[in-house]
Structure formats: C-alpha cells, structure tokens
C-alpha cells in the first residue's frame, strides 16, 4: 500500500480532486495572505523563493485558474471551503468570484538553451520572452476553457490603454485570433530552440522575430462565470526560473518589470539561482539591474524571511495541517479513525529504567569525587536543579535530566573555582565568583549528555519533527511518512498507533542518515564531508562535562569579514556553500553578534542535527575560520 | 524520417564484432572516422583499439574529452593515459575538450557538441563514420549521433554505433548529478502545446544503480503523466539484477510513482535492438489506444547502461521522441579498485545506415546473442 507522505512531489499526483483533497491551504495564508505587500502581488513582479521542496510548485498549482474553477464550483465540501478561505485571502477570490486567471508556466531548461544560441544577446532574451508569452496566452485559453465551461468565443481580452497599436501583433482582443498568433510565435520559435544546428539569424523566421508582447497590450479578460460576466486579471506563474542563465535572467526580468505591463508576473525560484552572496543573504545583494525591492518587485521568501522563532511556530501549524489532511489516506488510520498526526507523536518524555537510573547516579557520584565538589555543595547545587525543574515549562522533568544537571553544574562548579587559592586548614568550598545558574540551557544540555550516558532518546515529539524539517513541507514529509511506516508496522501487530520516543528517535535518524546518503546536488559529497565533520565537532564539545555550549552546538562561526571576502571572490567553496544552503544541508545566519564580534553562523539543518544526535536549538557554535572549512572541503 | 529497414538492423554481438571489423573494415577501399570519448572510463580504448588494429591509417578519430568542473585527481590521470593510448592507437586524431557546463553550471554539452561535429570535415573519401557510445555521456553521445546519422545519411555513407559494455563496471561508477533536468539538445520532441486534445504522457526511465534521487527530478520535470513505465534489464547477466534494481526504487516505484506491476519494461542488456523494438511497440500501441481521445506522448529517460540507451536512441530518432536527462556534474571511481566481481566487456554494434541497406536489407540477419531477444 503506498505511503502517501512518501509521495513527496506534488507533480506525481495525477489528478485535481487527489491533488485538492491534499493540498494544504496554509501556504497561501502564510506567505500571501499576510505579505506586507498583498495589494501590490498582481500589479508589481514578484519574486517568490524556497529551497526545493519549501512547497512553490504547490502554491503555484493550488493558484491556477483551473483549480480554482474547480473549487469554486463545488462549495460543498470542507477541503474546498477552506481552499477558498484561503484563497480569498491571498487575493484570488473578490466576493466568492476568482478576481484574477493565474497559469503556472514551467520555465524548462529549454529557455536556458536559448542562451547557446549564435545570436545577440537581445535576440535570444526576445525569443525566451515572446516563447514564454505564447506559452502564457496558450495556457491561459485552456485554463478558461476547462472543463468545457466556457467556449473560446465566450472569452474577450481587454486592452491596456494607449496599446491599441500593438494589437494587431498579438492576434487582436478575440480569443481565436490571439490562440492563433501565439500557436504562429510558438511553433516558430520552438523550432529554433530544439534545433541542434541553429538556423542562421538571416534565415530566422518572420513569425519568431516580429514583435510580440501580449504581457504589454492585454490588462484584464472578461469571461463568461455562472451565467454573467466577469472581469479578471491574468497573471503568469513563472515556475523555476532558476535554469535561465544569470544574464538572461536579468534582461528578462528587466523587461517584466516595465511598469506599462498590467499581467501580474510572478517568478517562482530556488534560492541557488541568486548569487552566492545573495543566498547568504546580505540585503544589498537582492538588488538587481537597477531594480530595489519593494520599490520595483516584491519578494516572498517561502523560509528565512522573519523572525525565525515566529517561522518555526507557524510552521508547525501549517505541516500539522498538512499531515491531518494525509493521515486519512492510510488505511490503517482511517480504519482505526486517526485523525490529528500530532497525537501519533507524542512528546510524553522517555523515562530511564531503575537499573540505568542507578548506574547513572552512581556515574554522578564518582564525577562528583573527581571535581572534588564537598557535600554541602553538591547539595546546594541539587537545590538549584531541583528548584529549576520544579518551575520548568518543559514536560521532561524526569529524574535523570536532574542527575544530568546536577552533573553539569559540579563541572561548572569546579572550572570557576579551580583558579581560587586552597586553605591549608579549611575545607575548600569557596562560592564561585559568577554563581552557578540552573536554566533550560543546562537542562537542554543534560539531556543530550544523557543522550551520550545512556541512550535516552534526544529528538522525539511532533515540535522536534517540524524543528528538525527546517520549515520546509517536502522535509517534513519524508521524515512524517517514515514515521508512518513504523505506525504501519504497529497497526499490523495490533499495537497502539502512537510511537515511543526510543521509537520516534530511531525512526527519524535512520531517515535522516537516509536522506543524506541520497543528497544528489552538485558539490554534495563536499557537502556531506563538510556537514559530517562539523556535526562530530560540535557533538564532542555538546559532551563536554560543563556542557559549555549551553544546549549544546550545531554551527560554526566564521568572522563577517572573512566571510564577506569569501562572497566576493570565486573561491569554489562559495559554490559548495551555495548548494549547501539552496539544498538544505545548512543554513546561515548573517551579522550575529557575540562576544565583540561579527560572525556569520554555518547551522547545520534539521536532518543534520538528526542524524549526528545534535540539538535543534539555535545559537550554540564554534568559533572557526574559512581555512578549516576550506581542510573539510577536500 | 522513418528508417523502415531498422526493423532488420545489422547488429552484432561480442565475438561477433570482431569478426565484422575484420571482415568488412579489412576492405582496402573503406575509410572510416571514429568519434568516441577520451575520458577516464576503462572501456575507452576498447572499441578504437580493435578498429585500428584492422584499419591502422585508414582510421581517422575525433575524441571528445567531456571537462567537469573539477574531477578527482586520479580521474584526471587516467583521462590522460586514455588519450595517450588513443592517439597511439590512431595516430591520425584530434582531442577535443567540451565543456559540460557554462558559466552559469547550466548544462550545455548539447549545443557544444552540436559546434564540434558540426564543424568537423569529414572528407569525402570517407565511408563510415563510427560513433563509440561506450563513454559517452547522454548529452554527448544523442546529439553526436543524430548530427553524424543525419550527415551520413545526405552523404549516403554507412554510420555506426559500438559499445563495449559492462555493467558490473558502470555499476562501480557512482555519479554526481546535476541539479537542473532538461531535454537532450536536439531530443526535445514534437511540440504539442497547439494539440486541442489533453496530452497523456507516458515516462519510460531506465531504473540504473544508484541513480534513484537523479531519475526523481527528472520524473518531476516531465510533469504530470499518464502512466510511469521503468525499464529493467533482464534478459541480463546478471539474472538477479532487475530484482535489485526494483528492491532499490521500492519508495520510487510504489510511493513516488505509484507504478503498476504491469507497466514494467523488461529489455535485453545486451541486445539494443530489444530496446528499440520494445519501445517501438509501446508507442505504436498507444498512439492506436489514445487515438481521438489523448494527445500521445512518450518521454524517454535512458540513463544508465549504454547497450539499452542505444536501443532508446533509435527509438528517439526514428519516432521523434522527447529524451529528458539530467548531466552529471562528478564522477567518482577509482580505476585501481579491482571489481567485486571481474567480468569482461560486452561489444555490441549496430549499423544505422548506408549503402549496405541498399544491397542487403532484405537478407540481412540479426546474429542476436544466446537468450537475447532479437
């Protein structure tokens, strides 16, 4: 039976009403619906980013006036009111009635190819373009013809103002005479793009090279909806416009972003098609062509655009969202009427057996001997853990993350006094000069100790699953369906659903250990190197016996002024960097200030902190430079 | 162009190969030109060493060296021994360097191998050009061989593939793919975007070791398809190897895909023929199925063995099929680590066209290996 959270693309799914009774509304909400700039997304161009994966593909689908038709046109069901709901508000809908007709126009590599031919620069940029708005008319006619909803002569386009002389170009305002014109442009022009020996430019055809600028003439389409007659506005959905060549990307961006065009634009695209230094994310860097954002485009970043804490919450969210609408499509859920994923994965902390715990205590004794840490002290530094634990919000309060602690604290203990002068006649036993604080970093750390000591599991709960799936939907899913395939399992035993913690950890890092071995990116086996090393070191300094890092470490820090060198040279490492981060291996915070200084953190991602045991809690990290990432690389 | 006579090609299997060059390339009066790879593969010297041992200076050569980036060192070492020894072999050749990737890490070998060959005089004494796919990648090798099969065909001279398989050794090569899926230059297909039917896509990839995470992003950019039909191997040497393979792409094939048992594709990997025919098959039966209703179209994704890509490629040319790949940004192999298993090379030929379709097509045989399917 297959697993529908493994089914990771939404381009696999064959059909619309599969497609909507998965699909998840929350993307729309989450990046459109509450953008600062929602009034200006069909006016302005838009530049929409994500890693693979962050879920472009399926905003882009979910948009399409085709899906929207036919959700609008079946109200009845629940997945279709709440698509509508968030339809609406993203701007789609005007008082229940689509306002704009949006296509998704994948931009293959095919426009890329353009770039290789033997022609100016402004030929091959104008035919990618014209090809794109052929393609664009093409789509929008069958978008508004599906389903036999509509005839093509129920379809009238509306001119932009002072465009009427441009009209006879794009084939008039009538449906059929535009359909023929850009089938004319379309067929012409691909025959050069597909050619293995490009025609000379004398020899290029007529139909290729008059003028054509549909997305310059047509501002609104008035259709024919339930029986009267509405006005909406195109928009085209530029789907992955990363495979265009830098260049040709800037020449066809320019020329969208003329402010006569009233088509809305949108550019959907991988981070890796920026530069590195704009995937590292220094504002000034997303400028472009004398193009500002917010002024001339509108940018909607599908991860790492705000506040990272807010990100995460609203993650979580939107992927319970995501994996309640999946969960009915397993049989043995459905059978067994399993309907919140959440439950399935409970944060109900493991608990050590007696025998370990004694070991575990006795461990805590001897240490206690080797820092020398007296009675009184050891009591006093239980007192603080107790007393932390007592207050703590956190549902793990067991008692060995307090022996953990209590561990923890002593190391401390005997660091900060280790430089005191010992009394000849007194026990020694002198207060610290900082006191001994007992908080959530310490009790984060000690259970990673204890992780180390004894094996207790680390990552387990639905928070540490979207945590660990770095606000990116095709992530989460994998790591959510592996975590399907053992409830499976114990569905098929006749056990309970709901998976143990020591399960959930098991689960989950052979997954991650997976996914990494199937990382197939350019540089990925630089990438793994670099990632893999990283993980070791930040583990072994997590275990230290002070717990130094706090809850412990999962990035390094390089100074901003190496790394800024770094971005403007072009060392091979920015490009490893660069897939790195478009891929999800890490991430990267710029401008983080500690201790007097400016540093650029290398996070290493979720399925990372899985597989080597690190914590998922950000701001922990090592202090490095670009030559020990430059050793790891080779 | 439709090229009937392929349904009774001349091909020919191991030993066999052998005996033909001797035989028909030991005619004093051929003068034949080989385009094959210089790179790091091991079977690079197979096929011009047996060519030059029976043609010596009536053998010219062209040999394409494919530069990625930045190749392990001692993948660079063993390029070069290559070329040595090929140079050696045919004295009288020209390396020529592709660049895989532009500037922008796009993948371009298309349209420069298209530069190359269309470039490159071939005199008019010649009478067979030989192109040696053993290693050549599939951006190379599929526009090199519809440029030269086209050119021999205007010139009205015979145009050969060779292969020497083994792939127990292309096994060993694990590959580094490339992030952005496209279709093989001059492979895009008939345009279909003015079809007033709804176009129903069949995607037939070649399920390789190893090569599940490339295959998934291709499959994604082919879109929303019809029907999912992976081809296996079998016949094969080794028997057990489409069972992996499908143990492999279990989470592809069943999750992913969602592939009926019945869509498999099993072709012979040692007889391209198989594969041509099989695929031949397939779109004629589902062009007559979808008549009327569903605009056909089958999209092929031959990565992997060289023997079954071949077979991919004469179904590509003869009904303009869309090949959608993804390139390969780095190989990874170490020429000093003996096989697990020590086998040798499969060698295949094909003749494509030329004056012997003429004279013989209606006798000529098919020496199909024992078990293949011919």
Not at chain 1, 315 to 343: C, G, H, I, S, W
Not at chain 2, 226 to 255: G, H, S
């Amino acid at each position: 039976m297959a697993n529908p959270f493994l089914r990771r693309a939404t381009e696999y799914i064959r059909d619309d009403t599969t497609f909507l009774e998965i699909v998840s509304p929350a993307p729309l909400t989450t990046f459109l619906a509450n953008h600062p700039r929602r009034a200006d997304l069909f006016d302005l161009p838009v530049r929409i980013l994500g890693a693979p994966g962050s879920g472009k593909t399926m905003l882009a689908m979910l948009a399409e006036f085709r899906l929207v038709e036919s959700i609008l046109r079946d109200l009845t069901s629940e997945t279709n009111k709440d698509l509508a709901q968030a339809l609406a508000g993203a701007g789609f809908l005007d008082d229940g009635k689509p306002r704009v007709a949006a296509v998704r126009i994948p931009m293959e590599s095919e426009y890329r190819d353009f770039w290789e031919l033997p022609y100016d620069d402004v030929i091959k940029t104008k035919l990618a373009l014209w090809l794109v708005q052929a393609r664009t008319m093409l789509a929008l006619l069958r978008g508004l013809t599906n389903g036999d909803h509509r005839r093509l002569d129920e379809i009238r386009f509306i001119a932009r103002d002072a465009s009427e002389a441009q009209l006879e170009q794009i084939g008039g305002l009538t449906a059929a005479g535009i359909r023929e014109r850009a089938l004319e442009v379309q067929r012409a022009i691909y025959s050069i793009g597909a050619s293995l020996l490009p025609p000379k430019i004398e020899n290029l055809p007529r139909e290729a090279i008059d003028p054509y600028q549909p997305f310059e003439c047509v501002q609104e389409i008035e259709i024919d909806w339930m029986g009267e007659r509405l006005v909406v506005k195109p928009v085209a959905m530029l789907d992955d416009v990363h495979a265009l060549h830098p260049h040709q990307f800037e020449q066809m961006f320019t020329a969208l972003a003329r402010r006569e065009i009233k088509f809305g634009r949108w550019m959907m695209m991988r981070l890796e098609a920026l530069s590195p230094d704009a995937v590292f994310r220094s504002a000034k860097s997303l400028a472009t062509h004398n193009l500002q954002p917010d002024r001339d485009f509108v940018d909607v970043f599908m991860q790492g655009g705000e506040n990272r804490a807010k990100e995460r919450k609203r993650f979580r969210e939107m992927a319970a969202d995501m994996a309640d609408r999946y969960l009915p499509r397993v049989q043995a859920f459905r059978n067994r009427n399993a309907t919140q994923f959440k439950r399935l994965v409970p944060d109900e902390p493991p608990r050590l057996s007696e025998a370990k715990l004694r070991e575990l205590s006795a461990q805590v004794d001897r240490d206690q001997r080797r820092f020398e840490v007296t009675p009184a002290r050891r009591e006093t530094i239980e007192q603080l853990a107790n007393a932390y634990l007592a207050g703590a919000q956190s549902g793990d309060r067991e008692p060995e993350v307090g022996l953990a602690m209590i561990r923890i604290l002593m190391a401390r203990y005997a660091n900060r006094v280790s430089n005191m002068q010992v009394s000849l006649f007194e026990e020694f036993d002198p207060d610290p000069k900082t006191p001994l604080k007992a908080d959530a970093t310490v009790a984060e750390g000690a259970r990673l100790h204890l992780n180390e000591l004894t094996g207790r599991p680390l990552h387990y709960g639905f928070d540490t699953l979207c945590d660990a799936s770095n606000e990116n939907a095709e992530l989460f899913l994998q790591l959510a369906g592996a975590l399907v395939a053992r409830m499976e399992t114990q569905a098929i035993r006749g056990r309970p659903l709901a998976l143990t913690a020591a399960a959930q950890q098991d689960v989950l890092r052979t997954k991650a250990l997976e996914i990494m071995d199937g990382w197939a990116f350019p540089y990925a086996r630089h990438v793994r190197a670099i990632v893999d090393h990283m993980a070791h070191e930040c583990r072994e300094v997590s275990l230290t016996a002070n717990a130094r890092l706090g809850y412990g470490g999962n990035a390094i820090g390089i100074l901003e002024t190496e790394i800024a060198e770094l971005l403007a040279s072009s060392d091979e490492l920015t490009l490893v960097l660069k897939y790195a981060v478009a891929h999800g291996a890490i991430e990267v915070t710029r401008d983080y200030g500690q201790g007097g200084k400016n540093w650029c953190l290398i996070e290493m991602s979720g399925v990372v902190c899985l597989a080597h045991g690190l914590t998922l809690r950000r701001g922990g990290f090592l202090e490095r430079d670009l030559d020990y990432l430059r050793g790891l690389e080779t | 162009m439709a090229r009937p006579y392929w349904q009774k090609c001349v091909a020919h299997f191991d030993d066999g190969v052998g005996e033909f060059i001797k035989s028909y390339f030991g005619q004093a009066d051929r003068r034949c030109v080989l385009v094959a790879a210089a790179g790091f593969d091991p079977r690079s010297r197979r096929v011009a060493g047996l060519l030059a041992a029976v043609l010596k200076e009536r053998l010219t050569g062209l040999f394409i060296r494919e530069e990625r980036g930045t190749p392990d060192a001692e993948l660079i070492d063993a390029a070069e021994d290559n070329v040595k020894a090929l140079q050696a072999d045919v004295p009288s050749s020209e390396v020529v360097s592709v660049e895989i990737f532009g500037n922008d890490n796009a993948p371009v070998a298309g349209a420069r191998i298209a530069a190359v060959i269309g470039n490159y005089p071939i005199a008019d004494d010649v009478t067979d050009v030989i192109l040696d796919m053993t290693a050549l990648s599939i951006g190379i090798g599929f526009p090199a061989a519809k440029l030269l099969l086209e050119d021999c065909e205007r010139r009205g001279t015979a145009f050969h593939i060779m292969i020497a398989s083994n792939p127990e050794l292309d096994d060993e090569i694990a590959s580094e793919p490339g992030d952005r899926p496209m279709a093989v230059r001059g492979f895009a297909g008939v345009d279909r975007n003015g079809s007033a039917l709804e176009i129903a896509r069949i995607w037939v990839p070649q399920l390789a070791r190893g090569r599940s995470s490339a295959l998934n992003d291709i499959g994604r950019s082919v879109g929303e398809t019809y029907k999912i039909c992976p081809v296996l191997p079998f016949p094969a040497r080794d028997p057990r190897r489409a069972d992996a393979l499908i143990a492999e792409y279990e989470t592809q094939l069943v999750d992913e895909w969602q592939v009926d048992p019945r869509d498999l594709v099993y072709v012979s990997e040692h007889n391209p023929l198989d594969c041509y025919r099989t695929l031949s098959t397939l779109k004629a039966r589902y062009d007559m199925t979808v008549d009327q209703i569903f605009e056909p179209s089958i999209i092929l994704s031959p990565i992997g063995s060289r023997v079954m890509a071949a077979g991919a490629l004469m179904a590509a040319l003869e009904h303009d099929l869309p090949v959608q790949y993804i390139e390969t940004v780095r190989y990874t192999f170490d020429p000093n680590k003996p096989l697990v298993a020590e086998t040798s090379d499969m060698i295949v030929h094909l003749l494509l066209s030329g004056p012997s379709y003429r004279e013989v097509a209606a006798s000529a045989t098919v020496d199909a290996p024992a078990g293949a399917q011919a």
